[in-house]
């Protein structure tokens, strides 16, 4: 059965606390999903659009930053908690090389529990063991009968990527514990700023940093001939840098957000 990444991404996002889109979006651009799961920014929107619709999800505020468009902020409800809980079996369970056990393990590890999702892998790392097995004894009769050297190597191709996903989850089975607590839960800058208000963003941050060098300077100026900056005795002010401001994502007076 093929995982919905997009939806198993946005739930997931979600029951770990409300966010509007461009939040979510901005977690999928951190770690690529784009690139590796096939999660776009439009299917971000889309599925919170349809999700939504048919009450996997609740709109539970909207947020407004400066002259932006207002964005709603959307929660889970039970039906959404039970879809995601079915997608995250599926995932976890299928013995296929797939992204969607590594969206499973990314989005809905932190926070769970341990001893459930170590029994999850160990029955997937047993199915992968048995195909691999089976591969290997189905190469050694098609080397016995002659199959030519291509047929071979595909089979070694096969082999090789099934053994590594069995040693892949031993790793995991090893640190299990670290991948189910809480704070493993990805988490964007934005995320970080809002958990303290008083960290600043882009532009006012970068101004209120220079403003600090400057104070600081002028409080504590370098005595008449000391050494260069970085030298014994010498103090050295590091100015931070906040980053570019932020997307400000799709057009949210036309989409859900």
Known sequence: MKVNHATLVVLALLRSEPMHGHQIRRV???VNLSEWAEVSTGAIYNTLRRLADDGSIVAVRTEQEGNRPPRTVYAP?????????????????????????????IFTAPGSDPDELRELLRVRQAAL???????????????????????????????????AAV??????????????????????????????????????????????????????????????????GTPSTVTPSAGPEPDAGPDTRSTPS
């Open 129 to 163: 063991r048995r195909q691999h097995e089976d591969l290997v004894h189905l190469r050694q009769r098609k080397d016995a009968q002659g199959a030519p050297v291509t047929a071979a190597m595909a089979f070694r191709a096969w082999e090789m990527q099934l053994a």
């Open 28 to 30: 999928a651009e951190l």
């Open 167 to 232: 040693a892949w989850h031993d790793e995991v089975d090893g640190r299990i514990e670290e991948l189910c607590a809480p704070e493993a839960m990805i988490r964007t800058p934005d995320h970080r700023r809002a958990a303290d208000p008083g960290i600043p963003r882009g532009a006012r941050a970068r101004a209120q940093a220079r403003a600090a060098a400057a104070a600081a300077r002028e409080s504590n100026p370098s005595p008449a001939g000391a050494a260069e900056d970085g030298a014994p």
């Open 77 to 105: 409800t039970e039906a959404g908690l039970y879809e995601l809980e079915r997608l995250r079996e599926v995932a976890l369970s299928q013995p296929i090389p797939d992204a969607s056990v590594m969206l499973a393990l």
